[in-house]
């Protein structure tokens, strides 16, 4: 199967600084690399899309970075919130599927 | 305001029993996931739908079933409960050749002892 791997299980930002999250793949035929973010208690919600011919993509206070070569994903927040605080997820689309990464804590401090 | 919503936020069976797990989505979308969520896992695809009566394995369909005998409406079932299937249980929708924007359900966190 797909592998959707990520560099860090936790991540600690201090309030008003930038987050990077990364996330590593396998699968080079992915059309689409997704990011999701889980708040507690809830399920996951689509925070923003890339495709694959594209190598960034901006949107409100996030930014997302795609490289093929590496086969590398990020997400960029700006200026984190306290209401960032969540696991974010990466995925990528495999045929008809969706395989996820096994997310990222991001903690953030007041 | 879309929504997907499922049927019990908490559940705990016991082993050997069977349990159904409801999904309801009201922006009549033809796509319907089930996904189980465990730590250090992230979420793994249980089974999909792509139309009523439409069933598609993922990658970890063993010891589930699954029912879509309504559009709104995706099921899934234990047939046997067992203690490794203790987890939160995710469903979700998305429109056809949108499966990246998939809208998910707040989730059932099913214990089984």
């Known amino acids: 199967g797909e592998s959707v791997g990520l560099h860090l299980p936790t991540l600690s930002v201090q309030e008003g600084d930038n987050s990077i999250i990364n996330c590593a793949y396998s699968n080079s035929a992915s059309d689409y690399f997704i990011w999701y973010k889980q708040e507690s208690g809830k399920g996951p919600q689509f925070i923003i899309d890339i495709r694959s011919n594209m190598d960034k993509r901006q949107g409100q206070r996030v930014t997302v970075l795609l490289n093929k070569t590496v086969k590398h994903l990020s997400l960029q927040i700006a200026a984190t919130q306290p209401g960032d605080s969540a696991v974010y997820f990466c995925a990528l689309t495999n045929d008809y599927k969706l395989s996820f990464g096994a997310g990222t804590t991001v903690t953030v401090r007041a | 305001d879309v929504k997907v919503t499922q049927s019990s936020r908490y559940l705990v069976k016991r082993t050997g029993e069977k349990v159904f797990l409801e999904c309801v989505q009201d922006m009549d979308h033809e796509n319907m996931f089930w996904y189980r969520q465990d730590p250090g896992l992230g979420l793994r695809l249980i089974y999909f739908?792509?139309?009523?009566?439409?069933?598609e394995k993922g990658d970890i369909p063993e010891g589930y079933s699954v029912s879509r005998e309504k559009k709104e409406r995706f099921s899934l079932i234990l047939e046997s409960a067992s203690t490794n299937q203790t987890s939160m249980y995710l469903c979700a929708s998305t429109r056809p050749g949108q499966n990246y924007e998939q809208y998910f359900g707040p989730g059932t966190r099913l214990t089984v002892t």
């Open positions: 739908s792509y139309d009523v009566k439409m069933k």
